[in-house]
């Protein structure tokens, strides 16, 4: 054995300790107040995360205050929700972006909404497929930290730097804040050809920002500086348009509390079940109102999410199946070829022709609250059989709006452009309400219905072993014992007389196998 095993161990050690040094500590808080727009900004730091501080589900949300969020405000305030209406453009198959003025002077960049991230980073050098940059050279306000960082995502990555500087949202909070920014410099697969966005503005917890969670992330930043409520909602409204059309479609991304005029009918929430993705609990999903029959963990495997950032319903692989078979099974078209179903292939009709009308309801149960009982989220098929732009004059071509997932179902654009949706992070759970512009030729294209009795579900659906981050740091202890045990097993091997120690012949064989841990990302 001799001493091979211990250089390995040695740099298990040292991973095993950067990783544990990196969850278990945080470094002080240190925030600029924000400047007034007409006075020049601070120099600003890299902003760290402090450290952690710390019903009925079927409400028709009055004005004014409730359970602590902001629901309205005063002329000339900080906050005018009303302003925030309509704030985005975009479609379901290229995402909704925000426009946002950054550095000094501001350079104006279309930002990309995505709740499934935690980074706030743009384009920093020419790109084929971006029109704009932004140039740290040009703004006297950044700071450049030398920090490199590198996201990946379920398609495409990007690496970058990181930095700081100064941001204005001319449809959002009024007033100039201090935020981290990454500057991206090589991607692939992110920017994609015919996007109208140039970054990307995540919007999810610190558990999942890069290169660290003590890095604050974009809302954090605003709600310490601007002090809003720890809320934002978003509505998208793109259902029935073609998708990756002209992404001059609707939306609103109102910061800091709820708007009233973007939903009707009562606002139903569900727990958020751990606070690094919007990570919520599905007890079943129904196709034409027929329950599908499986386990519920099977529809929370490995995490259920919601998630701005992706543009389809994803369903783990034996729920998809099971949809599939469902919507088949229930539908008036029985010929469509395995192609439709996988998104290698389109389903043309003539335009006079109206498929929806052949294709069933799809419905997601979601846990309330009150966790004896739970509501249901309808979508119908003009959501998930979306328009392609047509072929010729004739023909109208349809893609099939939901995909097999090997790692999560993901609650994407397909269900949220049916419901004005509620991240209330100030008390850990996620509201969605019927939208006004998920309408169709005049008709809604989603309903909400509640409650209904869990007594014949589960009383978790939720698998307790979660392959993220914090389980990085359970793998590291393990590490750190295992190769402690190694080598106080060398030490003493060391320390033993000569005569004690085996002295290898020609005829030994030592085989030193090493094992890789692979680590999943989104």
Request: proline residues 7%; negative net charge.
């Amino acid at each position: 054995m001799g001493k091979l095993p211990a250089a390995p161990c040695l740099l298990l050690l040292l991973a095993g300790a950067a990783g544990l040094c990196r969850a278990r500590f945080s470094f002080p808080l240190r925030v600029s107040p924000p400047a007034a727009p007409s006075a020049s900004p601070p120099a600003p730091e890299l902003l760290l995360r402090p450290g952690d501080g710390s019903g009925s589900s079927r409400r028709q949300v009055p004005p004014g205050q409730a359970d602590g969020l902001a629901l309205a405000s005063e002329p000339g305030a900080a906050v005018s929700f009303l302003a925030m209406v309509e704030n985005l453009q975009g479609d379901s198959g290229r995402g909704y972006y925000l426009e946002m003025l950054i550095g000094t002077p501001s350079q104006k960049l279309n930002i990309l909404v995505d709740t499934g991230s935690s980074n706030f980073a743009v384009a920093g050098a020419p790109n084929p497929d971006v029109t704009s940059y932004f140039n740290t050279e040009e703004s006297s306000t950044y700071k450049p930290q030398g920090i490199d960082v590198t996201v990946r995502y379920t398609q495409g990555s990007w690496t970058g730097m990181l930095g700081t500087d100064v941001i204005t949202v001319p449809k959002g909070i009024n007033g100039t804040y201090i935020i981290n920014i990454a500057t991206i410099l090589e991607s692939e697969n992110f920017f994609l050809p015919g996007v109208k966005w140039h970054g990307i503005l995540g919007l999810a917890y610190d558990a999942l920002a890069k290169p660290s969670s003590s890095v604050e992330t974009f809302f954090d930043s605003l709600v310490i500086q601007a002090k809003i409520p720890n809320v934002f909602s978003l509505q998208m409204c793109g259902a029935g348009m073609p998708v990756s059309g002209s992404g001059t479609n609707g939306g609103s991304l109102v910061m800091g509390g709820i708007e009233p005029s973007l939903y009707k009918g009562d606002i139903w929430y569900t727990p958020i079940k751990e606070e690094w993705y919007y990570q919520v609990e599905i007890l079943k999903l129904e196709v034409g109102g027929q329950n599908l029959n499986l386990d519920c963990r099977e529809y929370n495997a490995d995490k259920a999410i919601v998630d701005s950032g992706t543009t389809l319903l994803r369903l783990p692989q034996k729920v998809f199946n099971a949809v599939v078979e469902a919507i088949v099974h229930t539908s008036l078209i029985q010929t469509f070829s395995s192609g439709f179903w996988t998104g290698s292939q389109l389903a043309c009709w003539d335009k006079t022709e109206t498929p929806w009308s052949f294709f069933p309801k799809l419905s997601i149960y979601l846990r309330d609250e009150n966790s004896s009982r739970s509501f249901r989220i309808t979508i119908l098929p003009q959501l998930y059989i979306q328009p392609i732009l047509g072929i010729g004059q004739n023909l109208e071509c349809y893609r099939f709006g939901i995909s097999s997932s090997t790692s999560a179902l993901v609650i994407g654009a397909t269900v949220m452009e049916g419901f004005y949706v509620i991240f209330d992070r100030a008390q850990k759970r996620v509201g969605f309400a019927v939208s006004p512009c998920a309408e169709v030729g005049g008709s809604p294209v989603s309903e909400i219905e509640g409650p209904f009795t869990t007594a014949d579900i589960a009383s978790n659906c939720v698998s307790t072993m979660s392959f993220h981050e914090p389980m990085l740091w359970i793998v590291s202890y393990a590490l750190m014992s295992l190769c402690g045990i190694i080598l106080l097993v060398l030490i003493i091997l060391l320390l033993l007389p000569p005569r004690c120690q085996h002295h290898y012949t020609d005829n030994d064989v030592v085989n030193d196998e090493s094992s890789l841990v692979h680590h999943r990302w989104k």
